[in-house]
């Protein structure tokens, strides 16, 4: 089990640039997460996905923000454009259906955005 | 406003103490409460508390819930510098996914040797 991946690790731009952060699920779980770390207001949901499909998206902050899942094994979280305050670090996870098991929720390592 | 508050929100304590973390929380219809230890880089599962009272304990780390006050919270005895971390309190709704959780900010945890 290689965990969620991904890319890139950290991600520094000017302001004004295009985002795109990177994500794959664990296979076989069916529903993905988007979530957002600061030192000011912690971990917060953007978004989640079950079976491809934008369930919720009201923790996306602006029209700034996209996220797309292709298919069962790709995200995508983009920002465009980019503005300084966006600057955290931005975590993917993946559940199996209703969280079963002692892990409910696998984080992946995350990518850390620096926009200047 | 937060649902999910934590406290203290750092901690700094010498090897071989006990820490207590506490973890309140305002959620409509309680499903779940989970902790999550954070060192550099992605959070991992700790524990997963559903009843009240009953205690879950991992090694040296230990965790009840009292539903009806709205709390938790998270013991280390015997601290070791390898606990040092952000350890993370959030709850789960009743009616959505398992993983769609509250976070609250943390608890900065620091175990000096």
């Known amino acids: 089990d290689a965990g969620v991946i991904q890319s890139p690790r950290h991600e520094v731009t000017e302001m004004g640039q295009e985002v795109t952060l990177r994500c794959k699920p664990i296979?076989?779980?069916?529903?993905l997460f988007w979530y957002r770390q600061t030192m000011m207001r912690g971990l917060e949901l953007l978004i989640y996905?079950?079976?491809?499909?934008?369930?919720?998206d009201s923790g996306m902050p602006e029209d700034r923000f996209s996220a797309k899942m292709p298919n069962a094994s790709f995200s995508t979280l983009k920002i465009q454009p980019s503005e300084p305050r966006d600057s955290a670090v931005y975590f993917c996870?993946?559940?199996?259906?209703?969280?079963?098991?002692?892990?409910?929720?696998?984080f992946g390592n995350g990518t850390r955005l620096t926009v200047t | 406003e937060d649902k999910v508050v934590q406290s203290p929100l750092s901690l700094v304590v010498h090897e071989g103490d006990t820490v207590t973390l506490n973890c309140s929380y305002e959620?409509?219809?309680?499903?779940?409460l989970l902790w999550y230890k954070q060192e550099k880089k992605a959070p991992t599962f700790l524990f997963m508390l559903?009843?009240?009272?009953i205690e879950k304990k991992s090694g040296r780390l230990s965790s009840i819930l009292d539903k009806k006050e709205l709390f938790s919270i998270l013991n280390i005895t015997a601290t070791q510098t390898g606990d040092s971390a952000i350890y993370l309190c959030?709850?789960?709704?009743?009616?959505?996914?398992?993983?769609?959780?509250?976070f609250g900010r943390g608890t900065q945890l620091t175990v000096w040797p």
């Open positions: 296979s076989g779980h069916d529903y």
């Open positions: 559903t009843s009240s009272g």
């Open positions: 996870a993946s559940s199996l259906a209703e969280g079963q098991g002692d892990s409910p929720l696998h």
């Open positions: 959030a709850t789960a709704d009743r009616g959505s996914t398992l993983g769609r959780l509250y």
């Open positions: 996905f079950n079976n491809n499909v934008p369930i919720d």
């Open positions: 959620v409509t219809n309680f499903r779940s």
